[in-house]
């Protein structure tokens, strides 16, 4: 292990949102805010979001983003304009999501990176080997995207905050048409009518896939959290504990994510309606 903690991991399950999709991510800016306590302990977070496209900043400069985004709030899905990582990632109730939160700023990022491939190496194992390098054509696609079989099935990103670190990742457990999905979004929303400052070079929907998929098997999300748990647990101290976080902390979160970054959220039902239109 290149990396040690000092205090048990704390493993906090939030279960899946429907409302809001920025809800999921003030949850994680909370528990990152805590991380200033004497007593914090890192923490596993997992969540899952049913359904929504999660955008990166870059997407913001899609000339067609609202149309797209109408279409596929028609479709069932909310968005997000997310403060880590690049580019759109498609979320519904088969991804996996986690974020990995120490109470350190002094932990180099790539330091960072290279523990947390050690902790989905260990996690994930009982489905194969995990390849860590970009996939080039897939959504998302980065230094630190993860694979089975050459198929993306997950990337991660992290960021500093004034307290800690956090790295925030998911994984593809149950098969969707996630690749097509972003292929149909980027057209929608004018990826290839741009000549610079692309969110992505390009999109190949057969460059993705899920455990499911890749294995063969009917893997589920509630499989892969099990086996996560007691994977990691065989290398590093874990403590399941209920989820909890101080509530005016959340609003402050909220409040912070929303106001002071500019992130914007909205679900389906909101995308749908005729007279919605992206904020200037």
């Not at 409302?19 to 200033?36: C, F, W």
């Not at 991804?95 to 700023?105: G, H, K, Y």
């Amino acid at each position: 292990m290149s990396f040690t903690v000092n205090r048990s991991f704390l493993w906090m399950d939030s279960g899946t949102y429907r409302e809001s999709p920025l809800e999921p991510l003030a949850r994680d800016e909370a528990l990152a805010a805590e991380m200033q306590r004497e007593d914090a302990s890192p923490i596993l977070h997992l969540w899952v979001y049913d359904k929504a496209l999660y955008l990166g900043r870059r997407d913001a400069k899609l000339p067609r983003l609202e149309s797209a985004l109408s279409h596929f709030g028609s479709q069932g899905f909310g968005c997000v304009l997310r403060s880590s990582g690049g580019a759109c990632v498609p979320l519904d109730a088969g991804v996996l999501n986690l974020a990995c939160l120490l109470p350190d700023t002094s932990l180099s990022i790539d330091a960072f990176f290279r523990f947390v491939t050690e902790i989905l190496s260990v996690g994930l194992r009982d489905y194969g080997a995990i390849q860590f390098g970009e996939v080039t054509g897939s959504y998302c696609a980065g230094e630190f995207d993860f694979s089975i079989h050459g198929k993306k099935i997950g990337g991660m990103a992290q960021r500093r905050t004034r307290f800690g670190s956090i790295l925030q990742l998911c994984i593809n457990v149950e098969e969707q048409p996630r690749g097509q999905w972003m292929e149909q979004f980027y057209e929608r929303a004018g990826l290839s009518d741009m000549e610079k400052n692309k969110p992505i070079p390009y999109i190949d929907g057969n460059t993705v896939g899920s455990i499911a998929s890749l294995t063969g098997a009917n893997i589920t999300v509630a499989d892969v959290k099990e086996r996560l748990q007691r994977a990691i647990q065989s290398e590093w101290p874990i403590q399941s504990v209920p989820f909890a976080v101080n509530e005016r902390t959340l609003e402050d979160s909220r409040r912070h994510l929303a106001e002071r970054l500019g992130l914007f959220a909205y679900t389906a039902k909101e995308l749908g309606d005729p007279d919605w239109r992206l904020p200037l």
